[in-house]
């Protein structure tokens, strides 16, 4: 615990076990990758939204180092739709084994068992590809698109293909064809503009990525290559001017992640201390609080007789600037464990916030009955007693923090000035 700020009891010192805070499990006991997941998620979405305001600056050199930043912190796996379990499975030991030709037996048998699952199609041909085949592979998607005339995702995935073996005239061609069929489908609107950035028409390549921008301004690489066309063209000499849009708050498809975040808060209510150690953004810090605020919601509505989740939601309106809904939550946590520590330690700092000084110090005295003996207490302690004009406990106060720590600067400064 750091002696100079009033963190959880349950960082403190020894003393005061889980069983007497109230508190559940220790962070240490938090799954550390999935916070390092969100860690960087978050890092990366801070890199996003300067690259961002710097593009539209037209600072394209500071732009292209914020995307390329955000485009490796970006913890989202690669993902895709399953087909039929027993083949998909089978297919995916092969691949962990590095076996792509008997991975692209299985997903061949799943394409003559359907000729219409493209998805099947496609990653047999990417299979085949992968094991070195890829005239084959581009034979598989050709045959694929005589059943599938109409699948964008098809002419996508030939026209990846086909790039991928420098014959770009028809990948680009492929390419077009999937933006007219689907005019949302971004990858293909991305890659067009890399063909025509291939083929020196940089103007063409800005318009297709600005496109594909504001279809998807929440990734990276895309702005990173916006920012590369831009530069380019302002290099030649050419006016740019780009409005590239910023990616909302809660992008569509996040209440899936929200539901994993409530039931995660649930299970490991100290989950959130861990969680507000994300990078210090006023507007990144926003918008984390209130991912929080609702994922605790949400939890409350499943847990309302838990302490922690009460106490972790005071915590987090309090950080929102919502002080009196602080209390009503933080004051519940208490109500539901009298003996809960942190909450009661939370309690007093709001209430000393909020000018309620008399309630803060019952909730500080009530802290040392319990067995909660710690410096930065005895320190906030003593603040109260000395704005209250009560010199002598405020000198007992500091005092006692100083036996704690007597690298306490903040308490030896307080009794200094309280004895001057």
């Known amino acids: 615990m750091r002696q100079d700020h009033l963190d959880p009891p349950s960082q403190g010192p020894a003393r005061v076990g889980p069983e007497q805070t109230g508190a559940g499990a220790t962070p240490d006991k938090l799954d550390c990758r999935t916070l390092e997941l969100l860690k960087r998620y978050h890092e990366g979405r801070q890199h996003l ?9 037209g600072q ?17 796996p690669a993902g895709g739709r399953c087909g039929p379990p027993l083949a998909s499975l089978l297919a ?31 990653r047999q041909a990417l299979l085949l590809w992968q094991g070195g085949h890829a005239l084959e592979a581009i034979e598989r998607l050709r045959e694929s698109l005589r059943d599938n005339p109409d699948s964008a995702e098809l002419h996508f995935q030939l026209g990846t293909l ?62 990173l290559l916006l920012a590369q066309a831009a530069k380019s063209l302002a290099d030649q000499g050419c006016t740019v001017s780009i409005r590239a849009d910023m990616p909302e708050v809660h992008p569509a498809g996040d209440d899936e992640a929200m539901e994993q975040l409530s039931r995660m808060v649930q299970a490991e209510p100290e989950f959130i201390d861990a969680f507000l150690t994300l990078p210090s953004q006023e507007d990144l810090d926003t918008e984390v609080y209130a991912v929080l605020a609702e994922a605790l919601n949400r939890a409350l509505e499943h847990r309302p007789q838990e302490p922690a989740l009460h106490c972790a939601q005071g ?16 004051e519940r946590a208490v109500d539901l464990d009298p003996r809960f520590i942190r909450a009661l330690i939370q309690l007093a700092r709001l209430y000393q916030k909020t000018d309620r000084d008399k309630d803060a110090v019952t909730r500080l005295e009530e802290v040392l009955r319990l067995g909660g003996e710690y410096a930065d207490v005895y320190y906030l302690l003593g603040n109260l007693y000395r704005r209250n004009g009560q010199i002598r406990r405020a000198r007992w106060a500091y005092v006692s923090a100083l036996k704690i720590n007597d690298r306490y600067e903040a308490a030896r400064t307080a009794l200094r000035t309280l004895a001057a």
């Open 49 to 57: 939204r300067r690259g961002i305001c710097l593009l539209n600056a």
């Open 60 to 76: 394209y050199d500071q732009a292209a180092l914020e995307f390329a930043a955000a485009d490796r912190a970006d913890p989202a």
């Open 162 to 223: 086909l790039a991928a073996r420098d014959e770009y005239e028809e990948a680009e061609l492929r390419f077009t064809q999937a933006v007219t069929i689907d005019k949302s489908h971004t990858d293909a609107l991305v890659a067009l503009a890399q063909c025509c950035a291939v083929d020196q028409r940089v103007t063409e390549a800005k318009q297709y990525l600005e496109r594909a921008q504001r279809r998807r301004p929440h990734d990276a690489r895309i702005g």
């Open 315 to 330: 915590w987090v309106l309090n950080e929102l600037g919502r002080a009196q809904e602080a209390i009503a939550a933080t």
């Open 92 to 122: 995916a030991c092969y691949v962990g084994k590095g076996q792509f030709d008997l991975a692209a037996q299985e997903m061949e048998r799943l394409a003559r068992q359907d000729p219409s699952d493209v998805t099947g199609r496609i």
